[in-house]
């Protein structure tokens, strides 16, 4: 090789090194970072979310079916239901970390909770505005991006109308392919008539596992879809079928708050111990008033129990 060419390659050989390297240690929208683990998933429901069969089946289907297809006909949408501490952002996490190394902290996973980030009902047209392009900068950025949507109930209807092009059965919106991005949707809509349907159940002297998903839609269809309060009900995601699961999740009893216990002691480096577990369970609240069934905050709050008893 002559002096100039020898330059060339040496220059364009410590390019190729240099990004190399750098996309090593530097998440990049690649399979490096971006690979989805089946097995961890259905391991991790299995053994870390407790007392949610119905929840745990239909995400991991979900999950499944749609990582394994190449060519989605449109980005994935999970609208999860249920009581305050039930594993509805627990499960979110799950989904995440099965799916990019860097879980949550990775920078394709963007969290809004509808109270932090969208306060102002005056200031909707500006938010609707930064949502749209915030959506589309990241998913030319990456196509498997993942976008979790905190308390979707109280969300402004207009702003939830403004991300429905992006969950539609589009190709492409100016130039932007949205089918292998992945949308999920938290909210406490719901959470009562679960909670009824559960107590039923309960009364009946039914096993909750006997529970199945029928059990629970047309209760959950119709106080999610006509509830006044709920911001989905003046939304055409739902006549446009644009969510493809309805997860519900159910209240959690005394037997699932020894178990969340136990799992977080055994974060903590600590050995579950069953005494610890039924102190902290015991100082929790539950309900109904007589029949003190399910916790008021699920498995919210163990954390800081757990500091005043281990
Ligand atoms: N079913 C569950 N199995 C295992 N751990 C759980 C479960 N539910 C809740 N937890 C634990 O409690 C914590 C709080 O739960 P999480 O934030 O997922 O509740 P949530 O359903 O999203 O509640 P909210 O509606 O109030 O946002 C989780 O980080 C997890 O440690």
Same mark, same amino acid.
């Given at each position: ?21 750098? *996309? ?43 990582? *394994? ?33 860097? %879980? ?26 930064? !949502? ?5 900068? *990241? ?73 199945? !998903? ?16 709920? %911001? ?79």
């Amino acid at each position: 090789f002559d002096p100039i060419t020898t330059t060339v390659l040496v220059g364009v050989g410590t390019a190729a090194l240099g990004r190399t390297i750098y *996309n090593y240690f530097h998440e990049s929208c690649d399979k490096k970072w971006i690979a989805f683990n089946a097995t961890g998933l259905q391991t991790d429901l299995d053994e870390k979310l407790f007392g949610q069969h119905i929840a745990s089946r239909i995400v991991l289907k979900a999950v499944n079916g749609f990582m *394994n297809n190449e060519n989605p006909k449109k980005p994935l949408v999970l609208s999860l239901h249920g009581w305050t501490g039930t594993g509805k952002n627990f499960v979110s996490k799950l989904i995440a970390e099965n799916v990019y190394k860097e %879980g949550m902290h990775s920078s394709f996973v963007h969290l809004f909770t509808s109270t932090l980030h969208f306060p102002h009902p005056s200031q909707i047209a500006t938010y609707k505005s930064q !949502l749209q392009q915030w959506i589309k900068g *990241n998913i030319s950025n990456c196509e498997r991006s993942l976008f979790i949507f905190d308390e979707m109930d109280k969300m402004h209807p207009g702003l939830i109308d403004s991300i429905k092009p992006y969950l539609d059965y589009y190709d492409k919106l100016d130039g932007v392919s949205y089918r292998k991005s992945i949308f999920i949707f938290l909210s406490n809509a719901g959470g009562e008539s679960i909670v009824e349907t559960a107590l039923d159940f309960w009364r009946a002297g039914r096993d909750r596992e006997e529970m199945e !998903l029928k059990d629970l839609e047309t209760s959950l269809s119709l106080s999610v879809f006509n509830n006044n309060k709920s %911001g989905f009900y003046r939304t055409s995601l739902i006549d446009k079928n644009l969510v493809d699961f309805f997860v519900p999740f159910l209240p959690l009893e005394y037997k699932h708050i020894i178990q969340c216990t136990k799992a977080e002691m055994k974060a903590r480096g600590l050995e579950p111990d069953q005494n610890v577990a039924n102190k902290v369970a015991k100082d929790l609240v539950y309900f109904p008033k007589f029949d003190r069934v399910f916790s008021v905050k699920g498995c919210k709050t163990i954390d800081s129990k757990l500091d005043y008893y281990a």
